[in-house]
């Protein structure tokens, strides 16, 4: 089974920058095709980002494009989301998930994902 772990959530102040990061361990599973999806209390689970296994290929969120750049180093088995110019209405859990190649339908989809992360906290304050 594979496990992604999800790191460096915090408070910054709007305008600030920040950088989590989601790390695969266990089964490696083939060509992962991984995502960034957020929930903000009271509402849904939202996508944010995704990118192709070669990192050649990537998707935003209308809200974040812009501001966030996802990028991945598959040595590390590591995916990250550079955050820039953070706003309050950022805030939220920020989750990591991932899947074996590439999605059937939209990689807007959480139900395109197989593998989750426990999520890591983003608060911006005003």
């Known amino acids: 089974q594979a496990q992604l772990v999800e ?6 102040q709007a305008g600030d920058s920040l950088r989590i990061s989601c790390a695969a361990s266990g089964r ?5 095709f991984m995502g960034w999806f957020r929930q903000a209390p009271g509402l849904e689970r939202e996508f ?9 290929s990537t998707w935003y969120a209308d809200s974040v494009k812009g501001r966030f750049t ?15 110019s953070l706003k309050p209405e950022d805030t939220a859990v920020y989750y990591c998930a991932g899947r074996e190649g590439y999605p059937r339908e939209s990689p807007y989809y959480a139900n395109q994902y197989v ?3 426990q999520g890591t906290q983003v608060t911006v304050s005003s």
């Open 7 to 12: 790191s460096g959530g915090g408070l910054v």
């Open 28 to 32: 490696t599973f083939n060509r992962p």
């Open 48 to 56: 944010v980002s995704a990118v192709t296994w070669g990192g050649s």
């Open 70 to 84: 996802i990028s991945r180093d598959n040595a590390k088995n590591t995916v990250y989301l550079q955050m820039n």
């Open 115 to 117: 593998y989750w992360g």
